[in-house]
């Protein structure tokens, strides 16, 4: 399952350490040090995982949680050199899903991360198909529709707007798309990218030239939005 991580840490070798890891596992993943301009991050960019360091400069980690947790549900794996149960069940308390404290085994990290990401999909695919606007995707059925009518996708195609789907209106460039599709397609190019792009057009747009679900933005990628509510 390839995910889109927010890594909060401000020591470079331990936040390279963990990045590789993650990208071992084919997981997209952007590294803040910061805890406010995490908070900002998160809020625009609404990635499946939030692992997050309690001591961070700007906004501690524990900070961060309390305010995402009144506006978010994202998924927060805490990091922290704290080891007593007090700090374990503030982080709890706070809304964090699952706690490590440091030193920690980077192989057990990918694992927790592992169980959090399943849980997640797995909330996802119960929680039925995922709506913007007109157009449908249901992961656990593996089903397209447009205003109801079903629509044949490829598994590339569907994936693509699975992950779209699942961030309605957020800007994907083309690399993040194909971080979340390696490995899912061994094929998969950049250029790929915008050829599942131009096929995905003409099954769920009205208008494949002028198109009003999956838009370009110029210079960066494609966004999924909801598009004409009432098209045929």
């Not at 001591?55 to 922290?80: H, K, N, Q």
């Not at 899912?184 to 050829?195: E, G, K, L, P, W």
């Given at each position: ?18 990045r ?131 629509v ?48 995905l ?32």
């Amino acid at each position: 399952m390839c995910a889109d991580i927010v890594l909060a840490e401000d020591d470079p070798k331990q936040a390279e350490l963990v990045r590789r890891y993650l990208e071992r596992e084919r997981h997209s993943v952007v590294v803040v040090p910061d805890g406010r301009e995490t908070l900002e991050l998160v809020r625009r960019r609404r990635p499946d995982l939030l692992v997050l360091d309690v001591m961070l400069p700007g906004l501690d980690g524990l900070e961060v949680c309390r305010i995402l947790r009144a506006e978010s549900d994202v998924p927060v794996l805490m990091l922290t050199a704290r080891s007593t149960e007090d700090d374990l069940l503030r982080g709890l308390d706070l809304g964090a899903d699952d706690y490590m404290t440091k030193p920690y085994s980077p192989r057990e990290l990918m694992a927790r991360v592992r169980t959090l990401l399943r849980r997640t999909h797995a909330a996802e695919r119960d929680a039925g198909p995922m709506r913007v606007g007109a157009l449908s995707v249901d992961v656990g059925r593996h089903e397209v529709s447009v205003n109801e009518k079903p629509v044949d996708t490829t598994p590339g195609e569907f994936r693509l707007l699975e992950v779209m789907a699942a961030h309605p209106d957020q800007v994907f460039t083309r690399g993040q798309l194909l971080e979340h599709l390696h490995g899912f397609d061994r094929y998969i190019t950049q250029r790929a990218i915008d050829v599942h792009v131009m096929n995905l057009r003409k099954k769920i747009e009205v208008a494949p030239r002028k198109p009003a679900r999956l838009v370009t933005v110029y210079g960066v990628g494609y966004k999924l939005t909801a598009g004409p509510a009432d098209a045929p």
